[in-house]
């Protein structure tokens, strides 16, 4: 049983260590252009992450998740730009106001379920997005914030790439050891039967709102990363329109599964990159991507692939005990 | 602060509050019968009124040419209802609730595109049509005409709505099927049919106050995302699929509106989430509505 657990895992493995090793030989593979795509999709992808914690893992869907991407992104760039201050602690700063913030706003959204939990966090996302929006004087309003540079060490964009490779890595395993602890285990358990599990004697808002602060802290680290990589940060960063990417996302990619977000996000970011080449209209073509995957690819595409293998392997399995 | 000024707010608000419920009325309606939010009713709206202007445009008829073209806009969005209806929604009924709203989220892509792919990002206006070009006055204070118009069309769908869901076998259908899907079936009411009429009444009344926008406000992109999160917090506040609900809903974030952007225009939007916050934590489901399961 153990080793065949084990051999799984490398089965699985491999490939994932395939892919690392392929995103630090990229900056010397490809072109300059798209590899500020490839750091987008690490940074957007990583949002995703965020969100599939409440989504896939928790069971809800937070279509407010960009406002604690957004207020990552300004703490950073406005105490970058206004305070001069340390570019390590201003990242940390953007991380602990979005958790601050997804504090307050967690323990407001974690009553409720379903539709009405994914109207809050709109509500609320609209709400600081507003706030930001029209404080001018503090926030610059719909012009946002310019200039904001990264330190020396990291001002080349193969080194910023870099940076934003390792702290995507370091991050995905937290979350992935997060999902895969016993904590994770009991947010499933939630997720499945929230009123045996309170039965359990465990406290479910409490370990909801938990959730959701790690949500929003990841959440505001992307949009920490983010400001300096694009070298500014508008107010459209927290916008409803900014959250429902991680949600198209997911869905794309399977919530179900712990990378399908990121896969999801790395078609989005891509095919956004090659299509904004000769058209405007992305919308259309991520609506329609989006109607596709959902009538044609129940549960996105890992979440389909991990259903098809199940089935195969379940053929497998009886037609071996059959013979 | 004057009672003139107070007043004129009032009024400004209750106008508001009637172009929201005839927005927000429908996507109630569709809630609570088909248990689907539509993310792209604001976006029928704003299509509506994008044909109404090229309606209008095209036929130029003197005196009627806005009201026609606002009918016949109402008309192709019940259209595009249908087949949202046919085509997407009646799929989806069986699976999960975020695969629903993520399909609508796609329509309302789909449409913001269209809108920018068949009239650009401009600016679109249609004058106020005869005869509420002018002012009423009211106490003696001078009121835009076109507000009554909104505001009694406002209260005329009150009146249908009310007749058709409490005083007709349709509205004793589309309660009973709020309620329990599967009893109104096992009655032999074909459910389906029941569904995609009411998701095109939804449709046609959006196209309808769409069109009704037009000479209220501007017409441009952006104005389904502006009109949804605020018929998503009228729905919120008042309760979802509730008919009176919708109504104080409407009423309230029309107030709201209208004195915050006088205490503080910058933060009038702001206000209205504040207050859909307070009403979601003391009462989840709305003052109207019931409690889920």
Known sequence: MDTERKGSWLK??????????????????????????????????????????????????????????????????????KLHFNFWLSLMAGTGIASFFGLIVGYFCVRLRGIYFAILTLAFGQLLFFIIYKWHDFTGGDDGIQGVFPPELLKSPVAYYYFILIVFIASAFILWRIIHSPFGHTLKAMRENPERTEFLGINIARYQLITFVIAA????LAGALWAPFYRSIAPFALMWVKSGEPVMAAILGGPTTFFGPVLGMFIMTFVHAYVLGFTHFWAVIMGIMILIIIFLLPGGIL????????????????SRTLS | MSFDVLFNQF?????????????????????????????????????????????????????????????????????????????????????GWPEQLLATYAVLLIITDLVKWGWGGEFLSIPRPKPFTGAIFLFGFPFPSYNFFVIILGLALVVFLWWLVYKTRLGDIIRAAAHDREMVSALGIPIPWLFT?????????????????????????????????????????????????TLLGSFIVGQVYAFGIMYKPELALAFIFMVMAVVLIIRPWGIFGRAER
């Open chain 2, 197 to 245: 009429w009411i998701f095109v009444l939804g449709a046609l009344i959006a196209g309808l106050s769409g069109g009704v926008a037009g000479p209220y406000g501007a017409i441009a992109l952006g104005m389904d995302i502006e009109i949804i999160v605020e018929c998503f917090a009228v729905v919120v506040i008042g309760g979802m699929g509730s008919l009176p609900g």
């Open chain 1, 217 to 220: 802290a990841f959440a505001g």
């Open chain 1, 303 to 318: 979440g389909f692939a991990q259903e098809k293998l199940k089935e195969r392997r379940a053929r497998l399995n009886s």
């Open chain 2, 11 to 95: 009024m400004s608000g209750v106008a508001r509050g009637a172009l929201l419920f005839l927005v927000a009325s429908g996507l109630s309606l569709t809630f609570g019968v088909l248990r689907v939010l539509n993310f792209a009713h604001g976006s029928i709206y704003m299509l509506g009124a994008f044909i109404t202007y090229s309606i209008w445009k095209f036929l130029l008829i003197p005196l009627v040419g806005f009201y026609i073209a606002t009918i016949l806009a109402a008309l192709v969005m019940a259209g595009i209802g249908i087949i949202m209806e046919f085509f997407l929604l009646r799929r989806l009924y069986a699976r």
């Open chain 1, 12 to 81: 699985r493995g491999w490939w994932l260590a395939l892919l690392i090793i392929a995103s630090f030989v990229a900056p010397f593979l490809i072109s300059e252009f798209y590899l500020a795509i490839l750091g987008e999709a690490l940074i957007m992808s990583l949002l995703a992450l965020s969100f599939n914690l409440l989504f896939g893992y928790m069971g809800q869907l937070s279509f407010g998740q960009a406002a604690f991407y957004g207020l990552g992104g300004y703490t950073v760039a406005m105490l970058l730009t």
